[in-house]
């Protein structure tokens, strides 16, 4: 099988058609992309978790699955409380290794208020590198499924969800690769070094805070939207393919109103990657009825924000560039790893 997730005809193929549904209280169906999980609860509390991985050298790899997966949950609208990890380290692995990456992890539970229930490691010959499984779970407080930004899987049709969201604003938050290209940083800063100045690279690796954290997000449920999706494997492309599967719309973006930071743009170069298509946790699509509202929420709450494109009735997925329309494809493999496939490296950075 190719690279990154996999593609939504062998999951439907050779997953799906294996499941049976048989607990009524489960919030949400299997799908080729929903990271969550959920139990109805009673009195509007419902419990949720998300699962995310990441691999890498870098002292951050856990870093990235702790936020992959807390992101998730706020694009529910629900608060990661805890999170357990796994990590599975390559045989070359030392225990200075583990140490780092557990300080990793730690880093982004305090900078998420998070609470680490559960840390097991383990080496197996399966592992190249280091890999990192995270588990954020939380509570949404609501009357009901839809008040928890569920509506992509529960008590909606494809056809409600197509004339009801058809019209609406597409409002894109954080920066297209930047997760991705800050990865490719930790892991080959000195390979970079040959190439750009220390000031550019200084500069690229303080973009880490231009991330958007989930608590950022969670006010937007406050405001009322119809969906929110993190961009994650396969990148913004991939999330825009998603987006309109889950709410079977189509929908017309403006490429030029995908915000990118130099710096991914031009280390994405050096590698000859594509920024549209590397992992961008820690950006988000909002599908809204008010993106003017939407973007002054999150505006306020330090997070990059603008006005992407429409949802459309049609199944139609335009993306235009100046006077060029084209349509979009399914998503192809994440950059990242492909980037990864091509390096063999057992030390953490």
């Known amino acids: 099988m190719r690279y990154g997730r996999l593609t939504q005809t062998a999951w439907q193929r050779s997953v799906r058609r294996q499941l049976h549904n048989r607990e009524k209280d489960v919030l949400f169906g299997p799908s080729p992309w929903e ?19 990441t691999a890498g050298n870098s002292v951050h790899t856990g870093y990235y699955a702790v936020l992959r997966a807390a992101g998730e949950l706020a694009a529910k609208g629900a608060r990661a409380s805890c999170v357990s990890v796994r990590i599975l380290f390559p045989p070359e ?12 992890i730690e880093e982004a539970c305090s900078r998420m208020d998070l609470q680490v229930t559960s840390l097991q490691g383990e080496t197996s010959c399966a592992a190249e590198r280091i890999i990192v499984l995270a588990t954020a779970a939380g509570r949404f407080h609501g009357k009901n499924e839809q008040d928890a930004g569920l509506t992509g899987q529960i008590g ?54 231009r991330l958007v954290m ?21 990148g913004i492309l991939a999330a825009l393919w998603e987006m309109a ?43 809204t009825e008010d993106a003017p509202k939407v ?27 100046g006077e060029e329309v084209r349509y979009l494809d399914r998503p192809a493999p994440d950059e990242l790893e492909l980037w990864m496939a091509g390096r063999k490296q057992t030390d953490v950075r």
């Not at 692995?93 to 990793?104: F, I, P, R, S």
């Not at 989930?214 to 396969?234: H, K, M, N, R, Y």
């Open 245 to 287: 599967e889950t709410l079977n719309i189509g929908f017309e973006a403006a490429m030029s109103e995908i915000s990118m930071k130099q710096e991914t743009v031009e280390i994405c170069e050096f590698y000859r990657l594509n920024p549209y298509q590397m992992t961008s946790s820690g950006s988000y699509l909002i599908v």
């Open 295 to 321: 973007i002054e929420i999150l505006e306020k709450a330090g997070a990059r924000a603008g006005r992407l494109g429409v949802a459309k009735a049609r199944n139609a997925r335009v993306i235009t560039s």
């Open 35 to 53: 990271e969550c999980s959920g139990i109805a609860g009673e009195s509007g509390v419902s419990f949720l978790w998300a699962d995310a991985y």
């Open 156 to 209: 909606i049709t494809g056809q409600q969800k197509h004339r009801e969201t058809a019209g609406q604003e597409i409002v894109f938050c954080g920066y297209a690769g930047l997760e991705g290209m800050l990865r490719i940083l930790d892991e080959s800063d000195d390979e970079l070094g040959t190439r750009f100045v220390p000031d550019f690279l200084r500069k690229a690796k303080n973009l880490a805070d």
């Open 214 to 234: 989930p608590e950022q997000i969670l006010p937007l449920f406050d405001a009322g939207v119809t969906a929110v999706f993190q961009a994650g494997s396969g």
């Open 93 to 104: 692995a030392e225990e200075e290794d583990l140490k780092a990456v557990t300080a990793g």
